[in-house]
Nanobody, 115 residues
Framework: VQLVESGGGLVQPGGSLTLTCAGS????????ISWCRQPPDKERELVGS????????KYGGFVLGRFTISRDNTNNSVYLQTNNLKPEETVLYLC?????????WGQGTQVTGSS
């Protein structure tokens, strides 16, 4: 199983980024995929999960309509569109095959704040 996250980078407060999670080595179309994030010195938290057929299972309570998760099963990819990012949200983002964010298979992609 491999999940490769990409798309992170520098972002100003209030800015936007689209992150990509590319899966391989398993039947991607059969799995719910979750986006998670890992703030320094804090617990990993769920950003949101998308079911195998593309329906959203849930978003974290902090999302408040600012983030959108989508998937393209023909390309084995799941996307996280982030908008209006807050400074405290410039952290490591990871994708997971579990909604508890414990099944991690990649290194994550870092979102870094710029002034």
């Amino acid at each position: 199983v491999q999940l490769v996250e990409s798309g992170g980078g520098l972002v100003q407060p209030g800015g936007s980024l689209t992150l990509t999670c590319a899966g391989s080595g398993f039947t991607f179309t059969s799995y719910m995929i979750s986006w998670c994030r890992q703030p320094p010195d804090k617990e990993r938290e769920l950003v949101g999960s998308i079911m195998s057929h593309g329906y959203i299972w849930k978003y974290g309570g902090f999302v408040l309509g600012r983030f959108t998760i989508s998937r393209d099963n023909t390309n084995n990819s799941v996307y996280l569109q982030t908008n209006n990012l807050k400074p405290e949200e410039t952290v490591l983002y990871l994708c997971s095959t579990s909604s508890d964010c414990k099944a991690l298979w990649g290194q994550g992609t870092q979102v870094t704040g710029s002034s």
